[in-house]
T-cell receptor, first 114, second 118 residues
């Protein structure tokens, strides 16, 4: 089955700096890669996703890059703000939708210091 | 985005009792729902895939007689933790793929249920 590795497990940055979280996956059949943000005691919220037909996607301060050959993808947050502090999870799936299950990384605790 | 509703949000029960958690897809139909378990400061661990009108598919190591799943309609899946014990205390969360061109290939989560077994 799919195995998703996520690094680092914790990340502390100063407000305004950039944060980068990296994930690798093992199943070459995976082609859907979402990122979720989870605050303590709350549900994971989808913040951005990417499919294997593109190498990069951006949404305001958040971007995701994908290297299918190397089987890794990364989350980039620029101009970080204290409200970005949360746990971030990457995930991979053979396809988006219907019966396909996501395999999650172990999460990164991001702390943005004011 | 698509809304997945989960109840209750928090439950405390005595050891040996059973607890039912409901997961509903609001304004869309979900033939498949997923149940995850999450320990404090840990990742989401898939427990089972709930299939409308048929048996759930359990992940390796998850006891199907312990965690009963029923998906009787296109908008409701339930997870029953039977004969709960303290080690079953955890955050349980359901999810479903949204519908509609932009939403259908995105997985949305319920608000989660914090179960505490005394």
């Amino acid at each position: 089955g799919e195995n998703v590795e996520q690094h680092p497990s914790t990340l502390s940055v100063q407000e305004g700096d950039s944060a980068v979280i990296k994930c690798t996956y093992s199943d070459s059949a995976s082609n859907y890669f979402p990122w979720y943000k989870q605050e303590l005691g709350k549900r994971p919220q989808l913040i951005i996703d990417i499919r294997s037909n593109v190498g990069e996607k951006k949404d305001q301060r958040i971007a995701v890059t994908l290297n299918k050959t190397a089987k890794h993808f990364s989350l980039h947050i620029t101009e970080t703000q204290p409200e970005d502090s949360a746990v971030y999870f990457c995930a991979a799936s053979p396809s988006g939708g219907s019966n396909y299950k996501l395999t999650f990384g172990k999460g990164t605790l991001l702390t943005v210091n004011p | 985005g698509a809304v997945v509703s989960q109840h209750p949000s928090r439950v405390i029960c005595k050891s040996g009792t059973s607890v039912k958690i409901e997961c509903r897809s609001l304004d869309f139909q979900a033939t498949t729902m997923f149940w995850y378990r999450q320990f404090p400061k840990k990742s989401l661990m898939l427990m089972a895939t709930s299939n409308e009108g048929s048996k759930a598919t359990y992940e390796q190591g998850v006891e199907k007689d312990k965690f009963l799943i029923n998906h009787a309609s296109l908008t409701l899946s339930t997870l029953t933790v039977t004969s709960a014990h303290p080690e079953d205390s955890s955050f349980y969360i359901c999810s479903a793929w949204g519908q509609g061109r932009a939403e259908e290939e995105k997985l949305f989560f319920g608000s989660g249920t914090q179960l505490s077994v005394l």
